[in-house]
């Protein structure tokens, strides 16, 4: 076996830190996991610690194989109690932070973000661009995307709310020697340097450039607007011609922040977006209806890490330090521990009022929660394309498959076989090829299946229609450059044991022995190879399960499109019966409804409200689509066999 199996017939190591019985308290706290170096492993929480412990202490077989390799480096388990489980929470989420266990979930921030901040520590604060999150005592403001964006809107702020823009050592200088710094002689520094406004006039200043960045647009706004017309009013037209350049920065920077919502909303979308292995964040942060910054996370999921879990730990994540939590936060998933959730950010806002976590159903907040999911799903599809595309990272890939399933040589030519069926009918297959890690997308093959039992019995066919491929290429010798290029070195199919099994008999009575086979089964992610009665756990965070978890996808992907395409052909072909009905008309039809399934089940009065579709037109269409002879005509039609290149 290899290094990342586990072999379940060795000694149980956990006896050696097994807690006696009634040991472990009932209360409330959180647990820690150790190995011999006393590095931390994992850190979690339990409303009742003995509960939650004695699940570690059952079977090995019967835990998931991540707790499987996080128990087989353990050496030793610690809790604490504490009080009620708002502690818990908050005290796991402080560990986990200080330790960085490496079986914990680990978020992949986005540190490139820049912030405005205001740096209020400081006796003459300044607004700066900063990238560094612990300024002491500093307002922060954003995250934004763009660095460019932000230096816009922090010139537009600085023409409308002139405040020190001098460094330490000049403003230093300057104070000392009563010389204004060389910003204030150009007209940019609006700092107490320039001997043109006093430290109290000055912070009274900045405090409003912090009301207006918090959200206090409209008021802010009003307050310069009125003051320049005093100035008019009172002939004081050099302070009213700046008052109104202050007053048309200002609308700038209100035009760059898009209103999502009402002026006085404020509050912070989390949307969430994931598969197998990983998982996207993408949070919109919201102040006076405007949407002032953005987000993103990317996380490595494992087995046990429900949507809810992911987003409890995010809401921890997003407000560290000193960011704090809005009234209201909207998720695209109810986290596991709302109510503590709740009442651990709420003590984050003193005096400030009970933070409300919900999930939006309807109206401007549920198509704003709609747009962050979006975000994460791109920002998802975005992160496995540049994992994908780094040849490091595939090549890593190749060599640790190559070890864990125990092969003399690399997998450079890797081939997968996924079966896809509607209820049981229309069964087709197909197979995909990856070369040194990518698609070889002009050696994909369709496969039709007549008949069969099984997904098992599909898997067989399939694989023994390759097998005979393989064979007369050998026998025949016409190979096209290149040997490996025809015969693969891995050929993987969707599915656990059974299937391996499968696919296994179909080469063994073909006479292919060299082959090297494996399979994959969904959820788990476990990798079977035949003729071994366990499976090769792979680490979740590794390359090769990564790959493997593409190729999987891509036949899935293959499959399902072929089958939807059949299915479409199918319905065009009883669509063509019907008296009146042209190819182009058949085309609309398709193209409105999306899918075959949906063109069936459409209605009467759903098909005349198309254009061109009367009344007795769509009586025809619904007699040839939607009654049971046609069904079980398209489910023959489905059935019949040939192979598709």
Known sequence: MTEERIDWRSRDRRDAFKPAAGEIPTSPGVYRFSDPQGRVLYI?????????????????????????RMLS??????????????????????????????????????????????????????????RNEKIKRAKYFGPFPKVWAIRETAALLQQAFPIRTCNDADYKRAMQSGKPCLPSQIGQCGGPCSQSISIEDHRARVNELVAFLGGNYQAQFRKLQREMREAAAEQRYEDAAKLRDQVSAVEHVMEKNAIVLGHDVDLDVFGLRSDELSAAVHQFIIRGGRVRGERSWIVDVELDDSPGRLLEQVLQTAYEGEREPP???????????TSGLEQALSSQRPRRGQVRIRVPERG???????????????????????????????TDALAELQSALGM??????????????LQGTGVVASLVVFEDGTPAKSEYRKYRI?????????????????????????????LPTGAYRARPHLLIVDGGEPQVKAAHRALSEAGIDDLALCGIAKRLEEIWL????????????????????????????????????????????????????????????????????????????????????????????????????????????????????
Request: proline share 6%; net charge neutral; charged share 25%.
């Open 44 to 68: 979690g929480k339990a409303k009742n610690l003995r509960a939650r412990l004695s699940n570690y202490f059952q079977p090995l077989r019967s835990l998931q194989p991540r707790t499987q």
């Open 73 to 130: 480096l353990a050496t030793q388990v610690d809790w604490t109690v504490v009080a009620s489980d708002t502690e818990s929470l908050v005290l796991e989420h402080t560990w986990i932070t200080q330790f960085k266990p490496p079986f914990n979930v680990q978020f992949k921030d986005d540190k490139t973000y820049p912030y405005l901040a205001v740096t209020l520590g400081e006796e003459a604060p300044r607004l700066i661009i900063t």
């Open 327 to 337: 009234p209201e936060i909207l998720v695209s998933i109810q986290p596991d521990e």
């Open 364 to 394: 401007d907040k549920a198509q704003l929660m709609e747009r962050a999911r979006l975000n994460a799903g791109e920002n998802l599809v975005r992160y496995k394309m540049k994992r994908a595309a780094d040849i490091t990272s595939r």
């Open 408 to 421: 003399s040589e690399a997998p450079l030519r890797i081939e997968c076989i996924d079966v896809s069926h």
């Open 450 to 478: 007549e008949e069969t039992r099984d997904d098992t019995d599909s898997i067989y066919q399939v694989v023994s229609r390759r097998a005979a491929q393989l064979n007369q290429l050998a026998i025949s010798g016409e």
């Open 530 to 645: 035949p003729e071994d009665p366990y499976p090769v756990i792979l680490p979740r965070a590794s390359e090769a399960l990564f790959l493997v978890q593409r190729i999987r996808d891509e036949a899935h992907r293959f499959a399902i499109t072929f089958q939807r395409k059949r299915r479409s052909t199918a319905i065009a072909s009883q669509l063509a019966e019907v008296p009146g009905l042209g190819p182009k008309r058949v085309q609309q039809l398709l193209r409105h409804f999306g899918s075959a399934t949906r063109l069936r089940s459409a209605s009467v009065d759903e098909l005349t409200a198309l254009p061109g579709i009367g009344s007795r037109m769509a009586e025809h269409i619904v007699k040839h689509v939607a009654g049971s002879e046609a069904n079980t005509a398209n489910a023959k039609l489905e059935g019949a066999e040939s192979n598709v290149d």
